[in-house]
């Protein structure tokens, strides 16, 4: 069964400090996807990457966030200045194409705990 | 903005009885997924609906897309201990170009005793 695998599972950071989340999306899959949880709401989407840029990406998603697929396996979300507020896990995700036909899956990772203090 | 709303938000069951999820929406999504979610783990597919009207069965449970793609329900049959997990619908959202742009419900958490 492919996987999307996530790294850190979990990182504490203090409040200004940079972080960069790292995933391993499944190798076929040419798109590309972070969300996140706050404990206790819903999963909330943020960007979606295709083709070396973003396609799509939601209010969260400001200045202080960038994605970045550095090489041919990583897909990596940065926080440049983390609040407290960004205190969620995030989920990677995957999937081979982007049209919503029957077959076609999105598969997440484990997501990572980022804990701001 | 789309918006799902999920119902119920709990429910507590005995092994054996059938129970009903339901997501619903003003708005028309271009597919509706069912997802189920381990405590500190990502959302794993259950099964994607895209057609209005249309139904797909895995197993006890039983998915169905609305007619005019506004909801969609989670049946299960002789529910079993195995079944307790989080349930998340996520639905695309119609003339979108990104599929994974999913809104998603708040969940249902489901419990069933043995």
């Known amino acids: 069964e492919p996987e999307v695998t996530q790294t850190p599972s979990h990182q504490v950071t203090q409040m200004g400090q940079e972080v960069i989340l790292r995933c391993v999306p499944i190798s076929n899959h040419l798109y590309f996807y972070w969300y996140r949880q706050i404990l206790g709401q819903k999963v909330e989407f943020l960007v979606s990457f295709y083709n070396n840029e973003i396609s799509e990406k939601s209010e969260i998603f400001d200045d202080q966030f960038s994605v970045e697929r550095p090489d041919g396996s990583n897909f990596t979300l940065k926080i440049r200045s983390t609040k407290l507020e960004d205190s969620a896990m995030y989920f990677c995700?995957?999937?081979?194409?982007?049209?919503?036909?029957?077959?076609?899956?999105?598969?997440f990772g484990e997501g990572s705990w980022l804990t701001v203090v | 903005t789309q918006l799902l709303e999920q119902s119920p938000q709990f429910l507590s069951i005995q092994e054996g009885e059938n129970l009903t999820v339901y997501c619903n929406s003003s708005s028309v999504f271009s597919s509706l997924q069912w997802y189920r979610q381990e405590p500190g783990e990502g959302p794993v597919l259950l099964v994607t609906?895209?057609?209005?009207?249309e139904v797909k069965k895995l197993k006890r449970l039983t998915f169905q897309f609305g007619d005019a793609r506004k909801d969609s329900s989670l049946h299960i049959t002789a529910a079993q201990p195995g079944d307790t997990g989080l349930y998340l619908c996520?639905?695309?959202?119609?003339?979108?170009?990104?599929?994974?742009?999913?809104?998603f419900g708040q969940g249902t958490i489901l419990t069933v005793h043995p």
């Open positions: 609906v895209v057609t209005g009207g």
């Open positions: 995700a995957s999937s081979e194409r982007a049209k919503a036909v029957s077959g076609n899956t999105i598969y």
């Open positions: 996520a639905g695309a959202e119609a003339g979108g170009t990104s599929y994974g742009k999913l809104t």
